[in-house]
């Protein structure tokens, strides 16, 4: 053959080609098989393989086409693609362009839901720490639609329990593939205005694809984010969304999601009031013991028997008074006996020079006994003085004089309860007079042992 006949690689290539792109059976393929060489490409084309026990074919799925997947494609995961088989003339492999792909055996949405969760429990979304809900909320938010019966229901519940509250309605598309952006930018706009204080977020009851924009992304980190406490209430008591579980509180229904969010306005003046009575009656406990306290101090002996404060003082200076007495008798003893022995030794020495030099001792020591005993008797004097005055200070007719008294009975000085009986006559002595009473009731401290 001439080398003018012989196929070029390229010219076998784009006929090889041709018969692909024909070929009506290869012009929308149905396969099912396992991934392998998956590398995710952010935002970009996706390169991997399907294979079986037996066979694999190399992959492609275009941007546009992968950005409608709502899960995470993973190596070994067995799925399902629809597509078309062509060739790559470059390298002369045909490939399948994958146009749809979902999860063999599990669902779609049901698996880009589990990944997602996955995804955020590792993160530690979930297990966060829950704002509380303020007990008594002013202002609230509600992200919802404004044509459905979950604001209807949500003011409703509200007004009836506790119509103080202003509920603020923030519209927003809760289906289709804008609601989660929609929801996004409502809840980051009532952030920004920073003077609500509970935020609700709800839509009533449907399929998975209808609740699908609750489990996006986006919507559970904006929830997430928020410095408002949330209270998601998305579908029936049996739907839990990605929303319900990053959210501080989850309610059953709309109408679960208002009583959750207010009190009862009755059931808070009750309680309002059980505590003001709580507090009245706490106020007089603490009054009657006060009370019981100031009385017993009025009755301590240190105002019934105040003469028991001095008690010791008096016989202390009882005690100097004799010491005095005796210091005094026995210097005075010395001294005559001093002025006897001198008197003997006068008598004893005859010489008159002797006489006359005695006799000027005898006065001289006269005099210096004379002063000595003076001064003495005047320090002696001043020291009594002194003590008196200290008595003085502690006299009962001065403490009297402060309004205070002492009780006799039979001219006897009442020193405790146990001389007394009711009906006794007692006579109290005040600084500047007495005065006559008799006795009803007696009452003893209890550390005496009285009752």
Do not use: C
Not at 51 to 77: L, N, Q
Not at 89 to 102: A, T
Not at 304 to 318: A, I
């Amino acid at each position: 053959m001439e080398p003018s006949e012989y196929l070029t690689v390229s010219a076998l290539t784009s006929y090889i080609k041709r018969k692909f792109d024909v070929d009506p059976y290869l012009g929308k393929v149905y396969l099912t098989g396992e991934i392998s060489n998956f590398r995710l490409r952010p935002n970009a084309h996706q390169y991997f393989s399907l294979k079986d026990d037996h066979a694999k074919i190399s992959a492609i799925m275009f941007k546009s086409a992968f950005s409608k997947v709502k899960f995470t494609p993973e190596e070994g995961m067995k799925v399902l693609v629809t597509g078309r088989i062509s060739l790559y003339e470059p390298s002369g492999s045909y490939q399948i362009y994958v146009d749809h792909m979902e999860p063999d055996g599990v669902g779609q949405l049901y698996q880009a839901y589990e990944q997602l969760k996955r995804k955020l429990s590792q993160e530690g979304v979930f297990s966060a720490p829950k704002k509380p809900l303020p007990r008594f909320p002013k202002r609230i938010a509600v992200v919802t639609s404004p044509s459905g019966a979950v604001i209807r229901d949500i003011i409703t519940t509200a007004r009836r329990r506790y119509p103080i509250a202003q509920i603020v309605l923030f519209p927003a598309l809760v289906q289709g593939n804008e609601a989660a952006g929609d929801i996004v930018r409502q809840i980051e706009r009532v952030n920004r205005l920073g003077n609500f204080d509970t935020l609700i977020i709800g839509r009533g009851g449907g399929s998975i694809e209808d609740l699908w924009p609750f489990n996006e992304e986006s919507v559970a980190r904006a929830i997430f984010e928020s410095q408002i406490p949330v209270i998601s209430s998305v579908g029936h008591e049996t739907d839990t969304t990605i929303a319900d579980l990053v959210a501080d509180v989850r309610a059953a229904t709309p109408t679960a999601a208002a009583e959750l969010a207010v009190p009862v306005l009755s059931d808070v003046l009750l309680e309002i009031n059980q505590d003001r009575v709580r507090i009245y009656h706490a106020f007089h406990h603490h009054l009657a013991m006060y009370q019981e306290q100031l009385k017993k101090l009025r009755e301590a002996y240190v105002f019934q028997q105040p003469e028991r404060l001095y008690e010791g003082y008096s016989q202390k200076v009882d005690q100097l008074t004799t010491q005095l007495q005796q210091t005094m008798s026995h210097r005075l003893s010395l001294v005559h006996a001093s002025i006897d022995a001198i008197d003997k030794r006068l008598k004893v020495a005859s010489p008159a020079s002797q006489i006359t030099q005695l006799e000027q001792n005898r006065r001289d020591l006269t005099a210096r006994l004379n002063r000595g005993m003076l001064q003495d008797f005047n320090q002696q004097k001043q020291r009594l003085a002194e003590l008196a005055q200290s008595l003085d200070y502690l006299s009962p007719l001065k403490i009297m004089g402060r309004g205070y008294s002492y009780v006799t009975s039979k001219q006897k000085v009442i020193a405790d309860v146990k001389q007394l009986h009711p009906g006794d006559d007692v006579v109290m002595h005040l600084t500047n007079g007495q005065a006559n009473a008799t006795i009803k009731s007696i009452q003893a401290n209890k550390k005496d042992g009285q009752s």
